[in-house]
C-alpha cells in the first residue's frame, strides 16, 4: 500500500484519505485530533509514495518544527531595478530634459 500525500489537506480530509486507504493517523501535536477540523498539515511521515502494510500508522503534524517553514512572512526579494521615483512629477517637462514629454491634444 502507498502512502497518499496529506501535506496541505486539511484535518478532515487527511483523516478521509488515510481512511480509504487504509491507515491509521497520528498527530503527536494534537492530543484532541479527532475534534481538529481546519488546521493544515504541514509534514507527514512516511513520505508519500512510501510502500507501506495495511493499517500502518503516518505520523502529521499541523506546526511548524523548531527551524522548518518560512516563518509565515512570505517570499521576500529584492526589486531590481526599483520603480522610477519621481512619481507624478515626471508628467512635466523639467528643465534641461532630453525627452520631453510631448502632448497629444
Sequence with gaps: M???RLV????????EAAKSHGLVLNAPD???FHLTV???VVRQYPQPGAEVPQDS???IWFD???????GGGGVREPR???PPSGGMQRELDEPGDP???VSSA
Design 2 to 4: 502507498r502512502v497518499p
Design 8 to 15: 496541505g489537506l486539511m484535518a478532515m480530509d487527511a483523516r
Design 30 to 32: 494534537r492530543p484532541d
Design 38 to 40: 481546519v488546521d493544515y
Design 57 to 59: 500508522m503516518v505520523y
Design 64 to 70: 511548524f518544527g523548531e527551524g522548518e517553514g518560512e
Design 80 to 82: 531590481i531595478p526599483r
Design 99 to 101: 525627452y520631453p514629454v
